[in-house]
């Protein structure tokens, strides 16, 4: 059992930045990548990013790409998301996930991920 929370979301207006936390618990945070997904009023979850195991590489869906950044310290045992250039339609509750094997990968389409309660943000024109 893994446990993740995410903290940080608010409101901001657009063109403003955000970022958000995600605190895992355990001791072996460091072998497993890790992702950041997103969930509109009336859409389906949508992949944001992920970041590997060992942090070396990291992957954006295109509407996140040079906007956002993910990084994590694995001392603090803790996953970041900075949202930058913020747009009206990055309005979401906002998920942190880890893959359910160590080493393994957050896929965009994943399902059997863990995943943390969501923080919401909301941008404003």
Not at 1 to 10: A, D, K, P
């Given at each position: 059992?893994?446990?993740?929370?995410?903290?940080?979301?608010?409101?901001?207006?657009?063109?403003?930045?955000?970022?958000?936390?995600?605190?895992?618990?355990?001791?072996?945070?460091?072998?497993?990548?890790?992702?950041?997904?997103?969930?509109?009023?009336?859409?389906?979850?949508?992949?944001?990013?992920?970041?590997?195991?060992?942090?070396?590489?990291?992957?954006?869906?295109?509407?996140?790409?040079?906007?956002?950044t993910i990084s994590r310290d694995n001392a603090e045992n803790t996953l970041y998301l900075q949202m930058n250039s913020l747009k009206p339609?990055?309005?979401?509750?906002?998920?942190?996930?880890?893959?359910?094997?160590?080493?393994?990968?957050?896929?965009?389409?994943?399902?059997?991920?863990?995943?943390?309660?969501?923080?919401?943000?909301?941008?404003?024109?």
């Amino acid at each position: 059992q893994v446990r993740l929370v995410e903290s940080g979301g608010g409101l901001v207006q657009a063109g403003g930045s955000l970022r958000l936390s995600c605190v895992a618990s355990g001791r072996t945070f460091s072998r497993y990548g890790m992702g950041w997904f997103r969930q509109a009023p009336g859409k389906e979850r949508e992949f944001v990013g992920r970041i590997s195991w060992s942090g070396s590489n990291t992957y954006y869906a295109d509407s996140a790409k040079g906007r956002f950044t993910i990084s994590r310290d694995n001392a603090e045992n803790t996953l970041y998301l900075q949202m930058n250039s913020l747009k009206p339609e990055d309005t979401a509750v906002y998920y942190c996930a880890a893959a359910s094997e160590p080493y393994g990968t957050v896929l965009p389409g994943t399902t059997n991920a863990y995943w943390g309660q969501g923080t919401q943000v909301t941008v404003s024109s």
